[in-house]
């Protein structure tokens, strides 16, 4: 069974980048799967953020794509998201979550999310 967890400061102030790191366990994050981050506004529907692929072949949504970062550790199964010059906006709550090898968007196992408030 795959599982997957969240981890990072739950507080960011404005401007600053925010970090988070997924830590995978049942399973190599360096083969056949994508590794998405998501997140969930208050209030709002899941927005996709971006991915890293087994071969470490990134994608990122075209809205966030000039603040984003992703990156892997594959000795330590983990990826990382870096967002940097957050605003308020930015407050969500953060999910990781494992894609199919063909269909990356189709996510079958997900991290429990993590809060992230961004505020002075």
């Known amino acids: 069974q795959v599982q997957l967890q969240e981890s990072g400061p739950g507080l960011v102030k404005p401007s600053q980048t925010l970090s988070l790191t997924c830590t995978v366990s049942g399973g190599s994050i360096a083969t056949n799967s994508y590794w998405s981050w998501i997140r969930q506004p208050p209030g709002k529907g899941l927005e996709w953020i971006g991915y890293?692929?087994?071969?470490?072949?990134?994608r990122f949504s075209p809205s966030l794509k000039s603040r984003t970062s992703i990156s892997r550790d594959t000795s330590k199964n983990q990826f990382t998201l870096q967002l940097s010059s957050v605003t308020p906006e930015d407050t969500a709550v953060y999910y990781c979550?494992?894609?199919?090898?063909?269909?990356?968007?189709?996510?079958?196992?997900w991290g429990q999310g993590t809060q992230v408030t961004v505020s002075a």
């Open positions: 979550a494992r894609g199919y090898a063909s269909a990356w968007y189709i996510n079958d196992y």
């Open positions: 890293i692929g087994y071969s470490g072949g990134i």
